[in-house]
């Protein structure tokens, strides 16, 4: 098994940055495959950000591409959501998530490790 633990959310003005990160423990990180989901109030979980064991591939949601990226640092064991030019519609509680055979947009059930989140509030 492996337990995630997120961290990195906070309260920015729209245009503005913010870097999550994802520490990992358990099994060996690179055992496992890595995503982002979110969830906004009074909205279903979404895909947000995926990047395989080797970082070989990514992938994203049209809504983030362009402006948020996805990286991992085998060595630290970590996973990061670098977020740039945010916007009101970015607020949500993102989670981390990692599976050993599934790398991807979802559904969420395909990933079988979850996080508890942390809350990214995009306002003036």
């Known amino acids: 098994q492996v337990q995630v633990v997120e961290s990195g959310g906070g309260l920015v003005q729209p245009g503005d940055s913010l870097r999550l990160s994802c520490a990992a423990s358990g099994r060996t990180f690179t055992s496992y495959h890595m995503g982002w989901f979110r969830q906004a109030l009074g909205k279903e979980r979404e895909f947000v950000a995926a990047i395989s064991k080797n970082s070989g591939s990514t992938y994203y949601a049209d809504s983030v591409k362009g402006r948020f990226t996805i990286s991992r640092g085998n060595a630290k064991n970590t996973v990061y959501l670098q977020m740039n030019s945010l916007k009101p519609e970015d607020t949500a509680v993102y989670y981390c998530?990692?599976?050993?055979?599934?790398?991807?947009?979802?559904?969420?059930?395909?990933?079988?490790?979850w996080g508890q989140g942390t809350q990214v509030t995009v306002s003036s």
């Open positions: 998530a990692a599976d050993a055979f599934y790398v991807g947009s979802g559904p969420t059930e395909n990933y079988d490790y």
